[in-house]
């Protein structure tokens, strides 16, 4: 089945600094991914949806300025969190979908996630 | 509009069988799909319902009604690691999922 990886899985920084999340798709081309958040207990909240070659489009509510997100080849999209801040904390998950194998369900294949602490 | 509600916990004994309802109200839909959530983890994909009915797989079982805008998961044979969270979603008009916020279900021996 299609695998997605996110790099790192587990990171603490400093209040002001910027983190980048990678997220790739190991055995498929994904034309269009997807980033989430999810506090504890809580649902899975979208952050964005983003094209490869195109800009992201962010959900209301979600700072584009603070929340960069890039998708410059169809493997690989990268979300920089600047200037994090401790209310950033979170888990941060991506998801991809696979055209060959989402097909008719358009399923999503998800990342195992990165949680972020900021001191 | 976007509403998706499911329970916030439940539990269950092990062997035994758990039904675990969704409802959702959406004026544009593309599937209803359920994935499976251990603490600290990625969702991983159980089950999609486009078609009202039951789709069975294994001892995960999962039905829709789209016109009561209903579905539920059936989990048979309960085992002490199905202990996890269950997320219901559907597909909205854009093709974007909508996410219920989760059923935590516990598994007691």
């Known amino acids: 089945g299609a695998v997605v990886s996110q790099h790192p899985s587990r990171v603490i920084c400093k209040s002001g600094t910027s983190v980048k999340i990678e997220c790739r798709s190991l055995?498929?081309?994904?034309?269009?991914m997807f980033w989430y958040r999810q506090f504890p207990k809580k649902s899975l909240m979208l952050m964005a949806t983003s094209n490869e070659g195109s800009k992201a489009t962010y959900e209301q509510g979600v700072e584009k300025d603070k929340f960069l997100i890039n998708h410059a080849s169809l493997t690989l999209s990268t979300l920089t969190v600047t200037s994090a801040h401790p209310e950033d904390s979170s888990f941060y998950i991506c998801?991809?979908?696979?055209?060959?194998?989402?097909?008719?369900?358009?399923?999503?294949?998800f990342g195992p996630g990165t949680r972020l602490t900021v001191l | 509009g976007q509403n998706i509600d499911q329970p916030t916990e439940m539990t269950a004994t092990e062997g035994a069988i758990v039904q675990i309802n969704c409802t959702y109200q959406t004026s544009g839909f593309n599937g209803l799909f359920w994935y499976q959530q251990h603490a600290g983890e990625a969702p991983t994909f159980l089950s999609y319902n486009v078609l009202d009915g039951l789709e069975e797989k294994g001892r995960f079982s999962s039905f829709l009604s789209r016109s009561k805008g209903y579905s539920y998961l059936l989990l048979k044979e309960l085992q002490m690691k199905d202990s996890a969270s269950y997320l219901c979603?559907?597909?909205?008009?854009?093709?974007?999922?909508?996410w219920g916020a989760g059923t935590k279900l516990i598994i007691k021996p």
């Open positions: 055995d498929f081309q994904a034309t269009t």
């Open positions: 998801s991809a979908r696979d055209p060959q194998t989402s097909g008719v369900i358009n399923e999503q294949f």
């Open positions: 979603a559907y597909m909205d008009s854009n093709y974007q999922l909508i």
